[in-house]
């Protein structure tokens, strides 16, 4: 793993199986994307937990079961906590309706220690 | 406005149009809507304001303009500010699109003080 | 008006401003386009005006601004009421959210009879 | 199965896995989507077989995979009838897209009797 | 296999299973399908080549892995390269946000020479 | 107009005005996103000319108004043609319905010479 996939590691908790193939692959593109994602998640004027509650809220209103998987998969190791992350979806319940919501919370029940 | 309209007013910042409309053409819907807001909104683990930021985020998301701005309207009333919304909106641009980011960057700078 | 088009009027209550333009600007496809239609629209096991409720209910879904009002805007000629569509409307609210809701309720309250 | 759940399994069929989960895990939220529930789904001017198969067409139109799936597994129990979901899903094939289509054809083909 | 369908695996590599069931089961859907099917894939101005890129692209940022899926089986053997699509899902990546290209670069990667 | 949003011209056609507002307001993102840009739009192994008709057709599929017409805006000024993103934006009525081929034809007919 190189300097900026394990700074990225830092950052969101775990490096999604895709970047480390990239790496290799598509060097350029890996290099460009993980230059988004430090701008993105980077320390700011909300915490490194906020985002991650928000990126799960975000994959789950697009019914994107990779993504909130993927989300949700790195986000003990980041200290953000089940029940906090339960109590956002229901923002995405609410704009996004109730299937939306399942995909969230199947992904943290799957993937998040209670 | 009626009780639970004006609980809800605190609770978002601003209450959307349609649900006064609804008071008096859609009583049962309103009601039930309202009620589904309180458990979406009121106070929990996160604070409103945070809340407020997954939603606009969330609205972004999903490229849902009325939405995006319905949420945008509020969040000067609760206190949010618009650097924080600015840098949670990155995490839309990453999961959802640049265009879904310009969806809500230009509510809040169409809607929110700096 | 071709008789292919005025057929399509008579299932939908009104053929979309493009059909018309289609008609000479693009032939090929205006006449797909009127053939599939025909296959959605035709009398069958459930009436056009059920057809109708499900199209305005499916295009709210999706945040559709110009096909839920394009589909709303035929529906009085067919004999669709009001309160079936906004009943309906709220199986969109759960399996898509409350602003998916509010793209339909607005374009039948702006668009047809109550 | 408390007699909300119960209620409920009556107007829809089958009441999703989840909701039984929740009902211990998060009873709050539980309740307030059986409340949704029951206002989306009751006896009004649509029958519960016409707003089942709106479902389907709604969730097979937002591609959600599971949606679409938890809306069909009811649709017998209702009585509602095999083709005459096949024929409302062109609407969604019109308005989404043919993939959409899939996504509702192969959940019927798989889940309702023919 | 018939005359319609045979057409139709010269211009998208594959016929999708599901045409082919519909061939018996809904013969009508199956015709107008594949004629749509031959306006859209048919030679013309662009080549069938660039068009099987355009519709992966598309899929992809509909976050559709059926779709995705079923375009990245036909393509090679219509000779799409696999390095023009990783190339094109970029645009992909751009409007539709990472997650959407995994969709997309997934599906080759599992389904395309390289 | 710095050198990265010249440069970035000479790619698209025409910058967003966004982009050039974000110069001021937001210098990392603005710089994060032309680099995303040029990776995304630089010449390669497709022309700028099919990554354009590639993006019209992605903006339309997630009827997306303003991408759609920030994209057609610039389509011109490359040399890309009217009557072959016409065509290409078929594959956007197959895959994602005929509003989203809506949303993209009225673009390019508003936007590009004929």
Same mark, same amino acid.
């Given at each position: 793993? #190189? #300097? ?10 775990? *490096?999604?199986? *895709? ?6 692959? #598509?060097?350029?593109?890996?290099? !460009?994307?993980a230059?988004? #994602?430090?701008? *993105?998640? =980077?320390? &700011? ?8 509650i928000? !990126?799960?809220?975000? /994959?789950? /209103?697009? @019914?994107?079961?990779? /993504? *909130? @998987?993927?989300? !949700?998969? &790195? /986000? ?6 089940? =029940? ?22 199947? !992904? ?7």
């Amino acid at each position: 793993m #190189d #300097d900026q996939l394990k700074k990225l590691e830092k950052s969101i908790g775990e *490096v999604p199986q *895709v970047m480390h193939k990239w790496a290799d692959s #598509d060097p350029e593109l890996k290099k !460009a994307v993980a230059e988004m #994602d430090s701008i *993105v998640w =980077e320390d &700011g004027r909300l915490s490194r937990q906020t985002k991650k509650i928000i !990126a799960i809220c975000v /994959a789950a /209103a697009l @019914r994107d079961r990779h /993504a *909130v @998987r993927a989300q !949700a998969a &790195g /986000a003990d190791k980041l200290g953000v906590e089940f =029940e906090d992350v339960a109590e956002a979806l229901r923002v995405t319940f609410l704009l996004a309706g109730m299937p939306a919501y399942v995909y969230g919370r199947t !992904a943290i029940e799957d993937l998040m220690k209670r």
